[in-house]
């Protein structure tokens, strides 16, 4: 029976995995067309399984000249001879081991650089041995380098690009023997790296991967592609198995990112399955629910690596930050090295030429980041919402009215009435510390994408299986507050919902602070005002 899988490449033979030979054949037609390029995406996004389908798809026409530079330590790239030497070793393993044939001119050649001083060895005597091979070889060869990241801040890499590029451009003015396609792959751009033209030169620059073609394929998984995933398992485990749902809950959640579909998929049926009793119950929205909730609260190797950019780049870590909890607009600009780096490692994508954050997952894992750095220092307001606790939730959900309540009334007798200088984050900041323990354990929330600015945020709740929307704004008068009703009674129709909750900081004087019941055509809105 095949598994979901997490770590390492996905094999469809031992997987289920989403089918993803459209990407296959978009990428092949860079390989046809004798491109050199970059597959950068961020950590754990799929590339080494697209890398090993790409090899699949291309070897019955091409020799694929595949592997990896975390087979090459760092003493591997200490010097042009060092990383030669750890190179042509790779190569040599590759035929000892997996079958791969060098013709055995070429074998030799390379088994000579071996045997070497190391600092008699010259990276163009190698590439060489491969122009050799070119030139005699039936089939193109294709280049393929995984993780390369290992390597972008050693000089001699940068060097082989060189190298490559050279070989490039003579191919394309002479016809010289080249690679067909060098196909380099890991989460940095290497097109971005520079050397110095000559090291006397400290400023002049350039960029060694300047021909590379730009990598445009969409790698993220489609909901139709996770429906047709679905369907395969349910049919192997014979359940029923909403697949069109499930489907859209984990394209919603995850805007496709291949490691959170796949380990959501792999919580359901392991873990939730556990501890619900049946697969049945293991997919459906609960068993989804508490799957998020499980993978929200562990620490795995993708969270990890995400933390650890967050903490080493504080300067990109606080424009995250003003995105979540500020609600700051932030335009695309591709020249701004924070913005570059926040997609570069996954945080973020282009919508529209503005910021976002990648996706649903993120945001709720950063939110939860940024509020537990803000606990002490706002925990006195915390300790409020943790001993009123058990009056705001029952077997039935949570009680959303007591909540605003409590949190108004929190709010005055810790902080008073609100002042010129109360920032509009301040508020959703602190609602969100009150909710946090609220539903910790037991509900998962996030902030909708769509909708948060400088004055509106809708604040979804997951909790036992209900939903529960909260639209925070700043009170600006009856009717921006109209159209806030509005605008929340379609956002309930989208979840089949009957009540909604808005909450209003208002700076006006004679205000009159609480919770009101307000009938607004078909919906119960109860609204909060500070």
Partial sequence: MKEFNTTAVCIPAKHYMVDISDKISEIRKLVDGGKYFT??????????????????????????????????????????????????????????????????????????????????????????????????????????????????????????????????????????????????????????LKSKIREEDKHKENSPWNIAADFLVDMSLSEDGIRGMLEEYAKDHEIDLNVAEMAKWLRDYTNGYPYLVSRICQLMDTQVKEHVGSLKEAWSKSGFEKAIKILLSESNTLFDSLTGKLNNMPKMKEALREILINGEKLVYNADQKEIVQMQMYGFIRRDDNLVRVDNRIFETRMYNLFLSEDEMRSSVFVKESNLARNKFVSENGLDMRRILEGFVSTYVQVFGPLKDRFKEKDGRELFLLYLKPIINGTGNYYIEAQTRDQTRTDVIVDYLGRQYVIELKIWRGERYNNEGEAQIKEYLNYFNLDTGYMLSFNFNQKKETGVKRVDFEDKVLFEAMV
């Avoid at 005699?136 to 390597?151: F, M, T």
């Fill in 39 to 192: 597959i950068n995406r961020a950590r754990q996004y799929g590339k080494t399984t697209t890398l090993w389908a790409l090899q699949q798809a291309l070897k019955d026409q091409y020799v694929v000249v595949s592997l990896s530079f975390e087979s090459i330590g760092d003493a591997g790239f200490k010097t042009e001879g060092d990383f030669v030497q750890s190179f042509c070793r790779v190569l040599l393993d590759k035929c000892e081991f997996t079958g791969f044939v060098i013709p055995e001119r070429i074998k030799n050649e390379i088994n000579g650089l071996c045997a070497r001083k190391p600092d008699e060895v010259k990276l163009d005597e190698m590439y060489r041995a491969f122009r050799r091979w070119m030139a005699s070889s039936d089939k193109p060869i294709v280049l393929i380098i995984d993780e390369v990241d290992s390597a972008t801040n050693n000089q001699v890499f940068l060097d082989m690009l060189g190298i490559l590029r050279d070989g490039f451009i003579s191919r394309e003015k002479e016809g010289a023997p080249a690679f067909q396609s060098v196909v380099l792959a890991g989460v940095t751009d290497v097109k971005h």
